[in-house]
């Protein structure tokens, strides 16, 4: 069973940053796009960030300049690291991978349960 697993989230002060981490395992033959999703209290879920198999980026607005995204594909592991966090950063964050069991198989969908990331004074 292909499962994602994040770690890596907590409670930190605006200006403080924090490293997200989310692994892939199971049987998987490839995986295309990677991405971060965050959903903040009351809203709904957002794309943050997201990498393509060829290590392509591109980001949400509200992230720009303070969050980069990067993956690892040795080890089916893709990161967030986040700078200059700000009280609108808080959220919970899901890791999410487009996943292909065999070659003539399309991908699929994968979520992470999330992790919770809170930044406050």
């Known amino acids: 069973q292909v499962q994602l697993v994040e770690s890596g989230g907590g409670l930190v002060q605006p200006g403080g940053s924090l490293r997200l981490s989310c692994a892939a395992s199971g049987r998987i033959y490839s995986i295309n796009g990677m991405a971060w999703y965050r959903q903040g209290p009351g809203k709904q879920r957002e794309l943050v960030a997201i990498i393509t198999s060829g290590g392509s980026t591109n980001y949400a607005d509200s992230v720009q300049g303070r969050f980069t995204i990067s993956r690892d594909n040795t080890k089916n592991t893709v990161l967030l690291q986040m700078n200059s966090l700000k009280p609108e950063d808080t959220a919970v964050y899901y890791c999410?991978?487009?996943?292909?069991?065999?070659?003539?198989?399309?991908?699929?969908?994968?979520w992470g349960q999330g992790t919770q990331v809170t930044v406050s004074s």
């Open positions: 999410n991978a487009q996943i292909r069991l065999s070659l003539m198989t399309p991908a699929y969908d994968t």
